[in-house]
């Protein structure tokens, strides 16, 4: 499998790998300069519909990845689609066997974003994940 230069690096947290569909998502999480562990990479998302399963997304790749390293965490970072929501809650039961840390990106209101127009869910999500201010 190819390992990115990210992954190669000997500077990051080997102890975290975020899990993202595709390879412009790491260089846009890249961008914020706040991530420093690893990435895998599924290329896909589950979707029965196109005959899309865990075997075509690698995720027993993913599987590997942590059982021959010590990860104590595992970030989902999909995107709130339907194949991301249930590619998400498959990893996770996948993992609830595993003595693992799972944690997943916060979801809600955009920077900017006006509460009016925020759509149900990702107004619920803010509400339901809000922090201490």
């Known amino acids: 499998d190819d390992i990115c230069q990210i992954c ?14 595709k390879v412009s998502d790491v260089s846009t999480i890249e961008s914020t300069g706040q991530y420093r562990g690893l990435y895998h990479v599924l290329g896909n998302l589950l979707s029965p519909i196109d005959n899309i399963g865990p075997e075509e997304i ?4 993913l599987l590997e990845r942590i059982r021959n390293s010590e990860v104590e965490e595992i970030i989902i970072a999909l995107n709130p689609t339907v194949e991301g929501e249930s590619t998400a809650s498959y990893i996770k039961k996948l993992l609830s066997l595993l003595e ?7 979801s809600g209101l955009p920077v900017g974003g006006d509460i009016e127009y925020a759509d149900e869910i990702t107004l619920s999500r803010a509400i339901s994940d809000r922090k201490e201010f």
């Open 8 to 21: 190669k690096s000997g500077e990051r947290d080997t102890g975290r790998i975020c899990v993202v569909e």
């Open 58 to 61: 690698k995720i027993p790749q």
């Open 100 to 106: 693992i840390k799972i944690t997943r990106l916060a």
